[in-house]
């Protein structure tokens, strides 16, 4: 079982900065991909960034609403996934999910999500 707890949302000012977090307990013997993903009121679930092929190095995905404005990293001393969000828009505002997908030893494939955060920019 892979447990993950994020925080760091909250309500920002448009132009302003946040950094979410998301720490997993219990995680599988491999790591796959990590992503955080979206949900605006109103609109379906969105990929915001995704850092796949993780056992092979790494290869960052972006959305294009958000490329130059967030990034997604990874501390593996930590099992903690990041996301700062700079130079933040009201169209930011959401909830963000954390994803993590690999694989237990036993060679079956797990796909976890997090609780979801808040986060709103006024303008």
């Keep these: 079982q892979v447990q993950l707890v994020e925080s760091g949302g909250g309500k920002v000012q ?9 720490a997993a307990s219990g995680s599988g013997s491999s790591v796959n991909a990590v992503a955080w ?12 960034a995704e850092i796949t092929r993780i056992t092979s190095g790494g290869s960052t995905n972006y959305a294009n609403s958000v490329k130059g404005r967030f990034t997604i990293s990874r501390d593996n001393d930590k099992n ?6 700079n130079s933040l828009k009201p169209e930011d505002t959401a909830v963000y999910y954390c994803n993590v997908r690999g694989l237990w030893a036993s060679g079956d494939e797990y796909d976890y999500w997090g609780q979801g955060t808040q986060v709103t920019v006024s303008s």
């Excluded at 993903?37 to 915001?48: F, H, I, M, S, W």
């Excluded at 903690?80 to 969000?85: A, E, G, K, R, S």
Aim: glycine letters at 12%; proline letters at 4%; one cysteine or more.
């Design 14 to 22: 448009a132009g302003g900065s946040l950094r979410l977090s998301c």
């Design 37 to 48: 993903y979206r949900r605006a009121p109103g609109k379906q679930r969105e990929l915001v």
């Design 80 to 85: 903690t996934v990041y996301l700062q969000m």
